[in-house]
C-alpha cells in the first residue's frame, strides 16, 4: 500500500490538539522570559521583552495562558482528558515489559515490546511527569505572584521550587520533543497531534491494544436469541 492511501486511525479531538499546542506554546515562553531573571548569562534575551518589567508582564501573562487549556479541554471535551487521566494511573506487566525495553528504541532500535494501550508506558510515565511538574510550577508560580497571601516559609521554598520544576519540566519537554520530531518513526505520532489521525500501522505497534480493542468495536454484535 503507498504511503499516500495508508489507512488512518482517529487518536485526537480537535480540543486536545488545541490544548495540546496552546499549552506547548505557553511553555516555551514562560522558558524563554524566566531564562533572564534567573541568570545574567542571558540578560541578551530583555531585548526581546523590552526590558525586565516586559519580560516579567510578558512571563505573567503566559502563566494564566499556560492553565488555560486545563479548563478549555474539561469544557470542550472532558470525555479526553478523564480517559488520559485513568490510563496514565492504570499500570499492567505489559507497561513495565515496555519499560524495560524502552531505551533500546529511545535510541532507534526496534525491540519487541508487549501490546500498549491508547497511551504507552513511555507516555504514560512523559504524562505523569507533566503533572507533577506542572503542579510544581504552578503552585510556587501563584506563591511567588501573591506573596502576601501566604507564610514566610511557603514563599521562601517557591522560589527553589520553581527553579527545580522548571528544571525538571524542560529536561521532560527536550525529550518528548525529540520522540515527537527527531525518532526514527516519529512522524506518525507528530501527524497524530497536528491532523488528528495516525496510520494504521503504526496504531498496531505503537498502541496495540487500543488497536485491538478498536477493531473489537467495529465487528457486528451477534443477535441473541
Given at each position: 500500500?503507498?504511503?499516500?492511501?495508508?489507512?488512518?486511525?482517529?487518536?485526537?479531538?480537535?480540543?486536545?490538539?488545541?490544548?495540546?499546542?496552546?499549552?506547548?506554546?505557553?511553555?516555551?515562553?514562560l522558558y524563554i522570559s524566566a531564562l533572564p531573571m534567573y541568570t545574567e548569562f542571558f540578560?541578551?534575551?530583555?531585548?526581546?521583552?523590552?526590558?525586565?518589567?516586559?519580560?516579567?508582564?510578558?512571563?505573567?501573562?503566559?502563566a494564566v495562558i499556560f492553565i488555560l487549556p486545563i479548563v478549555f479541554i474539561l469544557i470542550a471535551d472532558p470525555k479526553s482528558f478523564?480517559?488520559?487521566?485513568?490510563?496514565?494511573?492504570?499500570?499492567?506487566?505489559?507497561?513495565?515489559?515496555?519499560?524495560?525495553?524502552?531505551?533500546?528504541?529511545?535510541?532507534?532500535?526496534?525491540?519487541?515490546?508487549?501490546?500498549?494501550?491508547?497511551?504507552?508506558?513511555?507516555?504514560?510515565?512523559?504524562?505523569?511527569?507533566?503533572?507533577?511538574?506542572?503542579?510544581?510550577?504552578?503552585?510556587?508560580?501563584?506563591?511567588?505572584?501573591?506573596?502576601?497571601?501566604?507564610?514566610?516559609?511557603?514563599?521562601?521554598?517557591?522560589?527553589?521550587?520553581?527553579?527545580?520544576?522548571?528544571?525538571?519540566?524542560?529536561?521532560?519537554?527536550?525529550?518528548?520533543?525529540?520522540?515527537?520530531?527527531?525518532?526514527?518513526?516519529?512522524?506518525?505520532?507528530?501527524?497524530?497531534?497536528?491532523?488528528?489521525?495516525?496510520?494504521?500501522?503504526?496504531?498496531?505497534?505503537?498502541?496495540?491494544?487500543?488497536?485491538?480493542?478498536?477493531?473489537?468495536?467495529?465487528?457486528?454484535?451477534?443477535?441473541?436469541?
Open positions: 500500500m503507498s504511503k499516500g492511501k495508508q489507512k488512518m486511525v482517529k487518536r485526537f479531538s480537535k480540543p486536545v490538539i488545541i490544548a495540546h499546542w496552546v499549552n506547548a506554546l505557553a511553555f516555551f515562553v540578560d541578551w534575551l530583555y531585548v526581546l521583552f523590552g526590558g525586565p518589567e516586559g519580560a516579567r508582564l510578558v512571563h505573567r501573562i503566559f478523564f480517559h488520559w487521566i485513568k490510563q496514565i494511573f492504570t499500570w499492567r506487566k505489559d507497561d513495565i515489559e515496555f519499560l524495560k525495553a524502552f531505551p533500546k528504541e529511545f535510541f532507534g532500535g526496534h525491540p519487541k515490546t508487549p501490546k500498549q494501550d491508547f497511551y504507552n508506558a513511555g507516555e504514560k510515565v512523559n504524562s505523569l511527569l507533566i503533572i507533577v511538574t506542572t503542579v510544581m510550577l504552578i503552585a510556587s508560580g501563584v506563591i511567588m505572584w501573591f506573596p502576601q497571601f501566604f507564610p514566610q516559609g511557603a514563599v521562601m521554598w517557591a522560589y527553589p521550587i520553581h527553579n527545580i520544576g522548571l528544571g525538571l519540566s524542560a529536561a521532560v519537554v527536550v525529550g518528548h520533543i525529540y520522540l515527537s520530531i527527531g525518532h526514527p518513526g516519529s512522524k506518525a505520532a507528530f501527524r497524530g497531534m497536528v491532523k488528528g489521525d495516525i496510520p494504521e500501522d503504526f496504531a498496531k505497534a505503537h498502541h496495540g491494544r487500543w488497536y485491538d480493542e478498536l477493531q473489537k468495536e467495529k465487528q457486528p454484535k451477534k443477535k441473541t436469541s
